[in-house]
């Protein structure tokens, strides 16, 4: 079958890949454009640990085909920090010991990210809420929560629309 | 002579008895007398056992020395998550 | 987040403090490499064809059409495999990554596929033509113990089985001392129940995944995520009946194992597809295929029966547990029977346990193996008996509880240990008083663990800039490389910015048993304190040198090479950094290194306090409130201890509350997808408070303890006795799902 090429911003690096008409967005990420920080952990949808932001909407890779991405904006992991200075919710984490293994932790940045963008002065419950879709085995949230609400903390006092 | 616990199941293989008495003084002497009196307890040894050498483990170390008054206590091998 | 250390000890500078992680910025950034995150030059990718029945002879696997296929390299079956190593020692771990005469469980693997790509791969897995007959099966441990059970497999069977069980019953055990019937007639009531558990599944977030290379004279490279490559390599080395230095196997960084990554369940299949081929071949499992084919723990039926005076002492105490492992025999059961009343100091106790093949896929371990499912029997009918006679839970388990110098009902005595310790820091916490409102309930439950020791190398090498570097062998798993450093700055006296730890590959470090039984901090942590303590004589030795002084001159503290006194006359003191720049005049590069089989590993001991409410309509039980207490011997690192601490609570909250393997009646699993496996999200559930206590292990220098398991043990029966005290419904099953709570509600009306 004759391959799709499509043309795609990736983490505001203009990008184009050739795939077949079943590849989902995920699989081109990881596999032609070398972007391995997005995770697999289900391909189902369940897991969140391929969460980017495509068009400034949160979404779940595995679940968008790629063909369909054509023309569209894509911001993964790799592009949270700028340069070599990491975003606020980046050193959260490190500072709260918010991962364990880190399998989930691009995933969890990425829409945390979203979140702040939407809300920069979440409640705990939204921050659960809204960080629901993104599986965590190993920390049982609790760091994670406290670090997203530290970021936002730190975003507030800073001047959060430096970050977003 | 060394007083070895054994666990309860055990206690076929070693004439009914909870303890079993042998001669040794470390850990492989110890195994190496209890395979020899108590030949029905051998199966078990060789699917691996650990020491519990006075309220320490020991899963393996031949040489730990074991003294006559010593609590001794025979466990399965223990491995884990 | 509390941290309690009862008495004095030993003062440390950089041990205790909370650094940032050294695998940090990797993890957060998205550049750390995972297992399916490496590819080759030349890759093929491999998938495995599963069957979808409990059990059936294979009578036949065609493979002639697939192997036609253009882009298709290579396909085995497990005919490939008894020709290099009949005598392989792991053949039931081969038999569970491939079958070999009879598929043993839905979703077992028959063959496996690697082509050019994934398209092609999953084409061919589909024109290979199984021919299977189908056996009858069985699923439950009731019906799998039942002497006309379909009988799962032949000849595993212990010499020590009780009469009147099926050939499924496979291995057996008791523990104990003193006279039960003594101890029951002494009592003033007695209860007895029997518990269930569902299997549950691990949960790691990332699946299985590995890229091997090999040829065709044996000598190869394996990459993959484990929680333990020497074993991989042991595993391996022992299926290709090749030399344990011609297969190297390094770890990926590891996206979670909680045990289920101890074993091998597809790097053997990649290296014989790679062999065949003689290609590089990746393989990913899908989530469907961890779910069905890897893990989950065992599934449990266990007896309770437990005798109380009035005054809250337990005069007697049995159990039987009976567990459900799948196809293959394994150790779970004695490690259940071990735990179950590890807790408590008692004269007449009693366990028995039966592990029981059934149509499942093997278990695996899974944090603190075998201990969850019987302790959480025993502290339910616990619970039970404080509500029988009115008695405070933690006024009873006080009043009980194990100590030094207890005659453990598994059999040794214990030395220190940090029960009484945590259970009165959890009568005295703020949690414990609380005032509870209706439909709500509070569970209290205690929990053990082992911690293991085990075989363990480190080098600890001194650059001439004065840094440290430090290899293990040990794959982190939850920030043990921050731990490790630690150590090392701390016995070096030198900052924590100056040390790195790698993990090595299995070619360039010396043996390291599995990352398991919460056994690295403290065997890693006691080799790197060893291999630091070889430096520092020889950063001595370099010192005398330099001063002309004897060696026994010079001492090492804080950082520095001292003259030990005023005979050894007057000297600058000399730091590490000084003598590291002048090792290559003074007789060359300075490292200290250890192997040791550790033994020592101190036990552990948890109490969890829990509030729940439980939705009277709809059976549903929402975590109001989740307060640890657990005794670490000493916390390296406190936030990875307290996430420890919180990471396996809530992996306990999910089995308590939701997570189990649904079969249907033709034996096939339900809900091998995270959608319908439904582990806890953050919406679920509050913070996790976590006590630290610090009761040091006297069989390490620092009194370091395992953390890493205990806390799964107790949310099982603290969430069980929540609910039960919030609905005045005793409950004996786990998951205390919605439609189980509602029934028993409904029922209760």
Known sequence: MKKLHVNVSVNKNEQEFLCNPEDTLLDVLRNDLQLTGTKEGCSTGDCGACSIILDKKLVCSCLVLAAEVDGSEIDTIEGMANGNKLHPLQKKFLEHAALQCGICTP?????????????????????????????????????????????????????????? | MVKVKIWGSLKNFADGNDYISVSGSNFKQVLDDISLKYPGLKPQINRGVSLAINGKIYRESWFIPIDEDSEVVLMPYMQGG | MDQITPKPVKQFKVIGTRPLRPDGIEKVTGKAIYGADLSAPNMLFGLMLRINEPHALIESIDISIAEKLPGVKSIITFKDFIKINPDNKYNETLENCIANEKVL????????????????????????????????????????????????????????????????????????HGNLEQGFNESDKVIKRTFKTPSVHQGYIEPHACLASMSDDGKADLWCCTQGHYNVRSICSNIFKIDNSQLKVTASEIGGGFGGKTTVFIEPIALALSQKSGRPVKI????????????????????????????????????????????????????????????????????????????RPAQAAYRAPGAPQSIYAVESVIDELCQYFNHDPLYVRILNAADKGTKSSYGPTFEDIGLKATLEAAKVHSHYTTPLKDNQGRGVACGFWF???????????????????????????????????????????????????????????????????????????????????????????????????????????????????????????????????????????????????????????????????????????????YTVFQDAGKAIHPSYVEGQMQGGS?????????????????????????????????????????????????????????????????????????????????????????PRVLKAILNNL
């Open chain 1, 107 to 164: 995933g969890i940045l990425v829409a945390a990210k979203a979140l702040l963008e939407k809300n920069l002065n979440p409640t705990e419950q939204e921050v659960r809420y809204w960080l629901a879709g993104n599986l965590c085995r190993c920390t049982g949230y609790d760091k994670i929560v406290r670090a997203v609400m530290d970021a936002a903390f730190e975003m507030r006092n800073e001047n959060g629309s430096n970050y977003t």
């Open chain 3, 105 to 176: 469980y839905d979703g077992h693997a028959v063959a496996a596929v690697a082509a050019i790509n994934l398209n092609i791969a999953k084409k061919a897995l589909k024109s290979i033509n199984v021919k299977f007959k189908k056996l009858p099966f069985v699923i439950n441990i009731e019906d799998a113990m039942n002497k006309n059970a379909p009988l799962v497999a032949k000849g595993k069977k212990n010499e020590n089985i009780p009469d009147g069980f099926s050939d499924n019953v496979v291995q057996y055990c008791s523990f104990g």
């Open chain 3, 284 to 359: 990913v499992m899908s989530r469907e295929e961890v779910f069905k084919a890897t893990g989950p723990t065992v599934s449990s039926l266990v007896d309770v029966k437990i005798g109380m005076k009035k005054n809250g002492k337990i005069s007697a105490a049995k159990a039987i547990i009976r567990y459900e492992g799948g196809a293959f025999p394994n150790e779970t059961y004695e490690l259940g029977a071990q735990s179950a009343f590890a807790a408590y100091d008692l004269k007449f106790v009693k366990t028995e346990a039966y592990n029981v093949l059934t149509n």
């Open chain 3, 451 to 625: 911690n293991f020791g085990g075989n363990t190398c480190v080098s600890l090498n001194i650059n001439f800039d004065g840094t440290v570097g430090i290899v293990e062998g040990n794959p982190d798993i939850g920030g043990s490389r921050s731990s490790i450093s630690q150590i090392a700055a701390e016995e070096l006296g030198i900052s924590l910015e100056k040390v790195k730890t790698i993990i090595a590959d299995t070619n360039s470090l010396g043996h390291n048993d599995v990352t398991d039984g919460s056994r690295v901090t403290f065997s890693v942590g006691l080799a790197t304190i060893k291999a630091a303590k070889a430096a520092k004589k020889e950063l001595c030795k370099r010192a005398a040198k330099l001063w002309g002084i004897d060696e026994e001159a010079v001492i090492w503290k804080d950082g520095y090479a001292y003259p030990a006194g005023a005979n050894a006359g007057i000297q600058d003191p000399l730091s590490l950094e000084d003598i590291a720049k002048v090792s290559s005049q003074t007789g060359g590069p300075i490292a200290g290194h250890y192997e040791v089989n550790a033994e020592g590993a101190g036990v552990s001991f948890g109490v969890h306090l829990v509030d729940v409410e439980t939705d009277l309509e709809t059976g549903h039980t929402k975590i109001l409130r």
């Open chain 3, 650 to 738: 809530v992996q306990g909250i999910g089995w308590a509350l939701n997570e189990e393997y649904i079969y249907n009646n033709e034996g096939k699993l339900q809900n091998p997808g995270f959608l319908d496996y439904r582990i806890p999200v953050s919406s679920d559930l509050p913070m996790i408070d976590p006590v630290i206590l610090e009761i040091p292990n006297p069989g390490h220098p620092y009194g370091v303890r395992g953390v890493g398991e205990t806390s799964i043990v107790p949310p099982l029966a603290a969430i069980n006795n929540a609910v039960s005290r919030a609905t005045n419904i005793r409950f004996t099953e786990l998951p205390l799902s919605p």
